[in-house]
């Protein structure tokens, strides 16, 4: 089957399908709601704070607090921009995610493509995933799952890929910084990377640490804004 045609069945397909699932009406959970009220406060120039507690853990001396104890602010901040485009509304905010349904789609296409070489296969992987059940609930909520999932991908990719071809890991390690704004958890991407480096070491028998620095200044300005 012809490439651009795939991509263009993929994009049509995975579109009308996720338009459906992200225009629900579904009350958002409470990860949602947390997202969404920190897009507000964005949107509304009051910066990464949220006004309520919702977990005991960080000790938080004020009901209003900056955002610094679990969840990371990059799909807050997206949300926001997309509140700055057309308009501050709960539909508005549904945006962004039911792009993001279309793109992981797409890459799970070429990773099943780059994986397997085989452009049916691929198509096959990628039109099942528009019909992947957790995928298809997540779109209609403001959610970390689908963004996280294609940044780590995208990394995990590169990182593979740098196996043979070295310099894309600095591909890699700017998506994991990426995934990590995502969410927290993200940051065991650079210990892969890590692992990755020494593999593509092994493989070189000589220790790149030029590259590896490199890298790891990527990661670290990515996720500065953050620290």
């Known amino acids: 089957m012809d490439e651009k045609k795939i991509i263009v069945t993929l994009i049509l397909g995975s579109f009308i399908m996720f338009s459906f699932s992200a225009f629900l009406n579904m009350a958002p959970e409470g990860d949602a709601t947390y997202y969404y009220t920190l897009a507000e406060n964005i949107y509304n120039g009051r910066g990464l704070i949220t006004d309520y507690i919702w977990n005991f853990l960080s000790k ?15 799909i807050s901040i997206i949300t926001a921009i997309s509140f700055w485009l057309f308009g501050e509304s709960y539909i508005i905010s549904k945006i962004p995610f039911l792009f993001f349904g279309v793109a992981y789609v797409l890459v799970v296409y070429f990773i ?4 397997l070489g085989d452009n049916n296969i691929a198509f096959l992987s990628a039109f099942l995933a528009i019909f ?76 790149n640490l030029g590259l590896l620095a490199k890298c790891f200044i990527i990661f ?4 500065s804004p953050y620290i």
């Open 60 to 74: 938080q001396e004020n009901i209003t607090h900056q955002v610094n104890d679990h969840w990371n602010p990059l």
């Open 112 to 115: 099943a493509k780059y994986l």
């Open 132 to 207: 992947y059940q957790p995928i298809v609930l997540r779109v209609p909520m403001i959610d970390t799952s689908i963004l996280n999932a294609i940044l780590s991908s995208l990394s995990l990719l590169f990182m593979s890929i740098a196996l043979k071809r070295e310099k894309f890991i600095y591909l890699s390690s700017l998506f994991a910084g990426l995934a990590y704004l995502t969410r927290s958890d993200s940051a065991l991407l650079f210990v892969t990377l890590l692992f990755s480096f020494a593999l593509m070491s092994l493989n070189r028998k000589k220790i």
């Open 220 to 223: 670290i300005v990515v996720i």
